[in-house]
């Protein structure tokens, strides 16, 4: 079976953002998670909706959930100021959005914010994470984060704290009667020192998580540090999962 993936969308932009100041721009509705958009089961998140990204909060609120966005997901329940979920479950797991009422006019309600994946972890058997050939890794040379497991896993995501804001998405393929995916980094376009995670999950249920496969420390060998606030350079090789489009997985 060969398995084809239909649109994946950068949005390393959303990353800029994160690593330098706010420096102005339009009103966008933005939905927000804190601690992690990974939620272990029986964990607890707290959802804001914001009108300037990380400053002006909505006040009253309503959340929408799996692209339905004509239905709240408690009838006619306002939140204020925030929203906390928990103990969360697998049925929690999905893609959020939000529209808010301004402080200013009551009844005016802005626009949907872009979805929010939820992800439940800790369902399925953890997968295990490699680095080839290894986790130190010379300065200008590549490394690959291979995810496996032996159960059959359609999605592997990606997770650090630092590199990928959202998970990394990656296809899992059929290996040995299990499901393997190989992720390669060439460590001078990127920042990739870091601790990775991995997690699987299947079709029918792809923000329904494994628990994380233990961590992965990456060393880079022979270079000098970065700045505070440069703007990544490997903003552009990074390509995240589109929330609002799952791929869709085809047997041929
Ligand atoms: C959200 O708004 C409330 C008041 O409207 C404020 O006290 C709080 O600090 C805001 N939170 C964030 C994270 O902006
Ligand atoms: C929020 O909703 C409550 C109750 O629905 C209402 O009394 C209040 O005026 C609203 N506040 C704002 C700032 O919209
Ligand atoms: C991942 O990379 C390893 C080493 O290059 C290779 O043996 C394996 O087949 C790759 N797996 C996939 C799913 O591409
Ligand atoms: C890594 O990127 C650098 C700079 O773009 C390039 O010169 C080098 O050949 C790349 N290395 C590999 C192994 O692709």
Redo the contacts with the bound molecule.
Sequence with gaps: MSLMVVSVVCVGFFLVQRTCPYTGGQDKTFLSVQPSALVPQGGHVTL?C?YRR????F?NFTLYKDDRSHVPIFHNRIFQ??FLMGPVTPADAGTYRCRGSY?HSPTEWSALSDPLAIMVTGVHRKPSLLALPGPLVKSGETVTLQCSSDIVFEHFFLHSEVTFEKPLHLVGELHGGGSQANYSINSTTSDLEETFRCYGSVTHSPYVLSAPSDPLDIVITGRLPSGPCHPRRNLQMLRFFPYRTLPVVRPE
């Design positions: 804001r914001y990380g400053f002006n909060n006040t100021q925030s402080p």
